[in-house]
T-cell receptor
């Protein structure tokens, strides 16, 4: 099946710094990518949807200026957490949709655990 | 809005036991329903899906039937194996402005002991 990778798999940073997380589709072109956030023992919450070459669409309550999303190519999307604070600590998961498939299945990355000290 | 409620875990079963993980949903339209599985250290993988009422999704011995009358999509397997140990997520999709958005349940951790 289609493979999606994320880098890094985990990151620890100091409060006030910015962190960039990469999401790559390894063997297909992802016309749409999704970013989710997962708190312990809670479900995945969709943060934003990004289409290649256009601005991301953010879900209600998600700060656009804090969570910068760039989908510059058909195989790469990045999420940058700007001026991170401890409350941003979470598990971030991306998924990608293969636009060539008849059915719009999302393929998920393994996630990135962010810890802000 | 849409929501998914699934059985809280963790669930621990012996090998060859019968498995049921309950899932109910609330949706305004006619969503598609999914079960995803997440093995340790890996991303979520689609396990099975059903796109309309009375459809039965099946894969790897797992089954789930889309029950519109009870708004349910319970996951079942007749005889579980140790390799089925994972976290299982129930989800629904709702097409909104051409983008299919997934709404997930909280996940159920399943552990199978030999």
């Amino acid at each position: 099946g289609a493979v999606v990778s994320q880098h890094p798999s985990w990151v620890i940073c100091k409060s006030g710094t910015s962190v960039k997380i990469e999401c790559r589709s390894l063997d297909f072109q992802a016309t749409t990518m999704f970013w989710y956030r997962q708190f312990p023992k809670q479900s995945l919450m969709l943060m934003a949807t990004s289409n290649e070459g256009s601005k991301a669409t953010y879900e209600q309550g998600v700060e656009k200026d804090k969570f910068l999303i760039n989908h510059a190519s058909l195989t790469l999307s990045t999420l940058t957490v700007t001026s991170a604070h401890p409350e941003d600590s979470s598990f971030y998961i991306c998924s990608a949709r293969d636009g060539t498939l008849t059915y719009n299945e999302q393929f998920f990355g393994p996630g990135t655990r962010l810890t802000v000290l | 809005g849409n929501s998914v409620t699934q059985m809280e875990g963790p669930v621990t079963l012996s090998e060859e036991a019968f498995l049921t993980i309950n899932c109910t949903y609330t949706a305004t339209g006619y969503p598609s329903l999914f079960w995803y599985v997440q093995y340790p250290g890996e991303g979520l993988q689609l396990l099975l899906k059903a796109t309309k009422a009375d459809d039965k999704g099946s894969n790897k011995g797992f089954e789930a039937t889309y029950r519109k009358e009870t708004t349910s999509f319970h996951l079942e397997k007749g005889s579980v194996q140790v390799s089925d140990s994972a976290v299982y997520f129930c989800a629904l999709s709702d097409v909104n402005f051409g983008n299919e958005k997934l709404t997930f349940g909280t996940g159920t951790r399943l552990t199978i002991i030999p």
